[in-house]
């Protein structure tokens, strides 16, 4: 998918990069190796019997399960988008098919938004596949609100752009080559220990191919930018594309610094998340304009490769002073959600928020109740969101793993301690975890490992989990949120889950057996 975000790095300087030809070639290749390396052991498996038996049945079935194997192992995006249908959206379909027509480019078959401050085109079922290709411009909600209908229409154009150009015929592939190789090489390293001489292989080369390829492909993605900048500064005008290159640059930068935190105000004042949650970028800007470090920051290249040029360099090809630009966002009025969008804006935004989910809002009801309980029995009054700790290398995964195994294994095998939280602390985990009714019962115990941990054992209940479309994996991120506001600096956690029609361990069933239950 081809973005605009401004907060994507680009290389310095002019470059010439390789040749699209021979950068497709070695994608293909690539992508084809990668293939081979992976399902070479499928092979194996899959037509050993038939190399056994000679049977015509059994060489049938072998290639029918390889060839299953090797269409699975495509890699693929997955996102969190919803489609948009033009009953919903009627004015902007109509804006964006005259743009359409008007730039030249195929016409979309769907526009899709979702959560970001950004815009996108992709091309779904680009690659090998039975379905047709299909063209979807991807507009996040907030990015809607933070422009204006001129720098929104900049910003769409650039994105046909890319579908006019036909950027997505080579980017796809690189996309998908790119992506296939790093998984490969981030799994080895994730457990190297345990892996095979074949993984390592795999990622050996990895580490050869993918620095020079990152180089080429990138390159190549930034040429494709600057192509799509100038049709959007042709359709729109230079100014109204570069306006809103910093705005998205400058309210992405402050969404980053502000990435691990959270408004404890809006979570002690309703247990409902806040609805309006696209709008607070815009806020933000107009309570504090950038300034003009931030605005140089935003021209500056941050990172030293990317798929995007620096925004200093856009701006000169734009011919545009990007200091003397006005970066005071829209009123809602002049918007282009309220111009596009209409009634439909606030049922998006709920089925859109970070907070949409039934886990999310499960987390933040939790969390709610848990701060109110901290508010009232605790001073001082929790003013922010605790940082949660952080691991700068491999080796401190590795080592965070062997702890997370230590801990399991001694509560499975029920040596654990009373808990010794302070009596508001373990009030305020039993308001959070009555709010969640599939918890059925819950305990609290210390377990001696390095750091402190601290164990919550939970009975669920499997008809009620599923009634509420959860799973148990939801369940459990429901209380990261709770213990990350209740628990002492230092400490960790870790949950065990069980349901209620299974039984626990004995040595663990001993332990909850004599310990006063958090719930139920």
Known sequence: MSDIDGAAPAAHGTETGIAPVWLALAALAASFFHQLMLLVPAALVTLAPAAVFDNWLFWGAGVLGFVLMAWL????????????????????????????????????????????????????????????TRRVLILGLPLLRLLDTAAAEAVIAHELGHFSRR????????????????????????????????DRAGANFAELFLPWFSRASEAHSRRCEFEADALAARWASPEALARALLLIEIAVMRQGDASTTLDLDALRASAEPPAQWADEPVQELIARPPTPEEIAEALRHRQPQGSHPPHRQRMEALGVAGESLNLRPPAWEESAAAQWMG????????????????AER?????????LVGLDADSQPVLSELPELPELPDEAAWRRLHRRQAQAQAAIEHGRVQPCDLAPSQIEALRRAVSVNSTIVQAWLFDVPVEPSTVAVVLRIDPERMIAMKLTLEQVATTLALTMRLVLPAGRDWMPRFSYMTEGLPPELQARVDATPRLKG
């Open 167 to 198: 950027h997505g015929r080579l980017g796809h592939w690189l996309y998908r080559t790119r992506a296939a190789w790093t998984a490969w090489a981030a799994s080895v390293r994730e457990d190297e220990d345990d892996s095979s001489p074949w």
């Open 73 to 132: 192992a495509q890699p693929s995006r997955h996102g969190s988008t919803q489609h948009l249908s033009r009953e919903q959206a009627p004015r902007l379909y109509a804006r964006v098919d005259e743009m359409t027509d008007a730039i030249g480019a195929p016409r979309l078959h769907a526009i899709a938004i979702d959560n970001s401050i950004n815009a996108g085109a992709l091309e779904e079922n680009r690659g090998v596949s039975l379905r047709p």
């Open 343 to 358: 009634g439909v804006w606030p049922e998006l935004c709920q089925a859109q928020g970070p907070w949409a989910g039934a």
């Open 362 to 370: 499960l987390s933040w009801a939790m969390a709610h109740e848990a």
